[in-house]
């Protein structure tokens, strides 16, 4: 399976993002969609889209996306929430989902920073895909896209824009 994830669009979803998430056949979404369920549909119009809701996000769409996801996808346990914290540092509620679940991939938003680890404590990787958006202050917009293949992350790329 070939995916797309960004985070922290806040309603920006602009074509350099589109033209580097072409290939993919599925967009996840670690929340702060920005722009209402209408701007959510605008993406799922593009690729399927799989997402959490954000703490920035309304009601719309808190009612279409969960807070967190759960997936089994190509051998491999997949855990999603928006404001998760990062390797040692994790949120209080992320850390009980963490421990719930045991992912093999961690997956969060809500920071505006890129980073992609392994966590050794968990032995799960950890992704945080930046923010996409323009909102925050952060200075590239980030983007990624990997390949899920029996078990294993592959092939992981990196797009960033200049805000």
Same mark, same amino acid.
């Given at each position: 399976?070939?995916? /797309?994830?960004?985070?922290?669009? $806040?309603?920006?979803?602009?074509?350099?993002?589109?033209?580097?998430?072409?290939?993919?056949?599925? @967009?996840?979404?670690?929340?702060?969609?920005?722009? &209402?369920?209408?701007?959510?549909?605008? @993406?799922?119009?593009?690729?399927?889209?799989?997402?959490?809701?954000?703490?920035?996000? /309304?009601?719309?769409?808190?009612?279409?996306?969960?807070?967190?996801?759960?997936?089994?996808?190509? &051998?491999?346990?997949?855990?999603?929430? $928006?404001?998760? /914290?990062?390797?040692?540092?994790?949120?209080?509620?992320?850390?009980?989902? @963490?421990?719930?679940?045991?992912?093999?991939?961690?997956?969060? &938003?809500?920071?505006?920073?890129?980073?992609?680890?392994?966590?050794?404590?968990?032995?799960?990787?950890?992704?945080?895909? &930046?923010?996409?958006?323009?909102?925050?202050?952060?200075?590239?917009?980030?983007?990624?896209?990997?390949?899920?293949?029996? /078990?294993?992350?592959?092939?992981?790329?990196?797009?960033?824009?200049?805000?």
């Amino acid at each position: 399976m070939y995916v /797309g994830l960004i985070s922290d669009t $806040h309603g920006v979803f602009s074509e350099p993002f589109r033209k580097f998430l072409e290939p993919v056949e599925v @967009i996840w979404h670690a929340g702060d969609f920005g722009g &209402g369920l209408s701007f959510a549909d605008s @993406i799922a119009a593009f690729k399927p889209l799989v997402g959490v809701c954000g703490n920035c996000d /309304g009601q719309d769409i808190r009612r279409e996306y969960p807070a967190h996801q759960y997936l089994e996808v190509q &051998g491999l346990k997949v855990l999603m929430t $928006h404001i998760g /914290g990062s390797p040692g540092h994790y949120d209080l509620r992320a850390q009980a989902l @963490i421990e719930r679940y045991r992912p093999d991939v961690f997956i969060c &938003g809500h920071s505006h920073i890129l980073k992609v680890m392994q966590d050794r404590r968990y032995d799960f990787l950890y992704i945080n895909p &930046g923010a996409a958006g323009v909102q925050g202050w952060q200075v590239v917009r980030t983007a990624l896209r990997f390949k899920l293949e029996s /078990g294993q992350v592959r092939e992981m790329e990196v797009f960033e824009l200049p805000r």
